[in-house]
């Protein structure tokens, strides 16, 4: 046995009456360098212990034997993996294992020593606990000797209003935060403490500041949560250009001291819920986002979980065909000056479950204490209408709001919550009397699939171009003054390269404004013309190759964009298009929604052996792609129309073969499509049944393959036997 051990073994039987359990009880330390953090709270003088997840601010209370007397000063020793703190009850250290059972040791303390210390912690260079107390200065304990000396009197160190210490893993120094805010770095070894910059202002927060505990991770994060309301804050540590941010909301005690290693990371688990507003509204996890831990307690059905936000365009939703951004709906339009309502849809609601929402009215790309529409409001399952004003300074134009669902009062925009979730949307503010119509509704966008061998079949696997598209109109009394369409590239499958574009049949051209036209794509301004020449009814064209947007996927092999087994990326190439109207359009006589979107042969680009010789050469935009019965522009070139198999009449119907299939579709956006080369049909059994029949009453929910439906698929004429059933869809 060594000469620690046997100090330890002394040190527990002379404090047996101290530690509360049997004397043969084994110390059990840390097996490793924990993650979580820990607080030591005594309420009611007798200490609490919990576990905390700084990242979310959740915690649980954790069995413990820490008898009846205040722990504070506590600290985690990277060297032996226990805890250390001052044991208010024996006026001495204390050490805390795993299991949460205290072991008071036997210290040599100088004379005058105080026999109560509230800030300590245990340094990552050197074996030692440091504590101080602002009467007394900084001591320091040998945790291999166990002998206790005065580092510094009051006189020296100075007295800093502070509450607890931690150590930076990389640099020596200790820091924490007074209560005016301001950071403080530690010398230790100097025995000097430096006040450098405020990090926060009490009169500015509306809260008094008690930082008492306070925490590292090994990238050199300084974690400082405040006993008052919870709230942790996560500080840049950068000499006098420090800052702090709001990270996470925590528990509050009036008794608050923490303990966690600090070579130990913070970062988000699977298990949470972000926002997907672009970063300047505090979203990404090193921007302190909005993000939530997921729990039975969400806006509307669906949550999905990601370590990281995926910042707009790039929504989450952009990974999978899931769209969880479905507990908010705007029914009534959000115009300047009026009162406006959601419904907010609630799915395990507790009676803490409180709802917060922002709206971005000045879009200013933040959302601000005067933008806050929604403080507090309790909410119970199922949907509840709740109504907001709009203020008269809010700006015409499309901006972002969040909805934040929790059990946390007074939550702000930003920072980590235990439960509930965070859902984002892009919404319009409109002038006084305009009214919106969306299609397909709400945030839901509708899903356009193309065959791009027109005029043949080719092999039918209908994945050459998907298109998710939003349409949005814009009324005044009684007419269509504005237009906007929001998009994004599901998949590119097609050996060819494919414009898209979007006709409205029956308007003019000079109907539009086209110097007020505009084009995002990826969130960038394109300047082009858009709005197409030379045309009877008005084209805008989207993309003139939609591959300049996309690249195949990442893996070896990949050869298209999301349309090959092991070849999908979240990624999607997103584009929004703004149109004004020159001349207000009556609603009788706009074109009915979804209007007339189509692909064409993007300019030259070999499009396939027939558009090769009608053209002779590329057939660019003499070659158009429409949905079945949709009339082609006026640039198609009809000698495609008998050139394959298309047996449209060229006046009442179009791009159909004899027996009713298309070459494009629309489907809900939750549609897997097929993967390449498995043609639809093999795919989606009822899909034939469906296209037959003119009237779309045969099968209309063919793109839905139950399990039945699955079987029957695989032992049909229609199918290939030899297909496998996990690699015919793309998911």
Known sequence: MSATQLRLGATVAAFSACVFVPNSYAQQPFTDCP???????????APIAYGVNIDLGSYQALNSTLGNAKINAVGFSQHDNFIYGWDYGTSSLTRIDSDFVKYALSVTKPAGAPTSIYVGDVALDENAWYGYRPANGLYKIDLDSLEMTQVATK???????I????FHPNDSYAYSID????LWQIDVNAGTSTRLNQLLDKSELGYSLTFGAVYFDVDGNFYASNNGNGFIFKVAINGNQSSASLFAYGPSSSSNDGARCALAPVEASENTDFGDAPDSYNTSYDNSGARHGITSLILGSNIDGETEAYLYPNSDDASSAINDEDGIEFPLPIQ??????????????TASSVLAGWIDFDGDGSFEADEKIITNVSVSDGKQAIFFSVPPWAQVGQTWARFRLSEIQDLGPSGGVPSGEVEDYLVDITEDGVVIENYPSGADFTTFAYEDQYPIAGDYDMNDVLMNVKFTEYQLDGSVIRLKFEGQVAALGGD??????IRLPGVAPTDIKDELIELKINGEVVERTVLESGTTDAVFIIQDDLWDLAVPGEAEGCTFFRTQTNCGTSYRPSWQLTVTMRNAIANDQMPQFPYDPFIFAAPGHYYGDIGYQISGGYPERGLEVHLKNKAPTSKFDTRYRSAGVDAGDGDETHFQTADGKPWAIEIPLTWKHPLEQVNIEKAYRYFADFSADPTGQTAPTWYIATEEEKDNRVDSDTTNDNIDENHIYFD
């Open 496 to 501: 060819y390269h494919s414009g898209f574009a």
């Open 155 to 161: 006189a020296q160190f100075g007295s800093p209003s």
């Open 163 to 166: 509450f607890d210490i931690a």
């Open 336 to 349: 300047v000056g009026r009162a406006s309502k959601i419904d907010a849809t609630v799915n395990g609601a």
């Open 35 to 45: 993650t979580e953090a820990f607080l030591i709270q005594s309420p009611s003088s």
């Open 179 to 182: 209560s005016s805010g301001y």
